[in-house]
């Protein structure tokens, strides 16, 4: 059973929105159906204002952004650490 017109894109879930599909045109038409949805996505989140933090172009040439350095706590542990371990423990002759 496969939805006409897929539910990701306002399709009812009624009786006339069904039809049988064979397996591979079920997946042929998924495969339609997926892109058709994808865009549709697309599109709204466009509408939305929302764009894609991957599709910002990269700039070229131009230094990285200092980033911020790294910082060690500044609270002294709470807890002792537990016993250091011998890495290669001889077994007992």
């Not at 879930?13 to 339609?32: M, W, Y």
């Amino acid at each position: 059973m496969d939805h006409v017109v897929p539910d990701a894109l306002g399709g009812p879930s009624i009786l006339s929105n069904a039809q049988v599909l064979c397996t591979d045109c079920h997946d042929r038409k998924t495969q339609n159906d997926r892109m058709r949805i994808d865009k549709a996505l697309r599109l709204s989140d466009a509408h939305h204002g929302i764009r894609d933090p991957h599709a910002r172009p990269i700039a070229v040439g131009q230094p990285l952004p200092p980033g911020k350095p790294a910082r060690r706590a500044t609270a002294p542990l709470t807890k002792p650490l537990p016993p250091r371990r011998s890495l290669y423990v001889s077994e007992p002759r």
